[in-house]
């Protein structure tokens, strides 16, 4: 009976060990790709989804070129914060790309993601081609990693 209570004692201590992925420090010449960081990627493809749906059902006047992108902080349980323009286009095209990133409530963080916020760059635009792209880097005069979203529309 003591062995038995020892070892339940020894389980209910041990802390539990999970898998999380880390992000690689500035300064190591590597970077986050999809295979080997393939919990963040994932998230960021179901986001840049839901993202491209929103972009795509919004009615709004648009030129082939136009684009604008936003830079925010996505907390852990999924809310938007501290939203401000990066790359402008105009007021009114500006305003329609922010109603679109602003209408995707990005989901809470998976297991294995080890942080308390990312820190995204979203680009929205019209061009000649369709095509989405996903990257994670570092951010200017900053510790933090950007995690990059941009996708562009065929017009």
Not at 7 to 34: A, D, H, N, V, Y
């Amino acid at each position: 009976m003591k062995k038995l209570l020892i070892l339940l004692l020894i389980i209910l201590l041990t802390p539990k060990i999970g898998f999380s992925e880390e992000l690689l420090p500035r300064g190591t010449g590597k970077s986050e790709t999809k295979e080997t960081h393939p919990i963040y990627f994932g998230y960021m493809e179901d986001y840049a989804k839901e993202l491209r749906k929103a972009f795509e059902k919004k009615r709004m006047f648009a030129l082939c070129h136009w684009g604008t992108a936003y830079y925010f902080t996505v907390t852990r349980d999924g809310q938007i914060k501290d939203m401000r323009v990066s790359v402008y286009q105009n007021n009114y095209f500006d305003k329609k790309v922010k109603e679109v990133i602003m209408s995707v409530k990005p989901l809470p963080f998976r297991d294995g993601m080890n942080l308390d916020y990312m820190r995204f760059s979203v680009f929205l635009s019209y061009d000649n081609f369709e095509e989405v792209n996903m990257s994670i880097g570092a951010a200017p005069r900053s510790p933090d990693k950007r995690f990059r979203i941009q996708i562009t529309l065929k017009k």
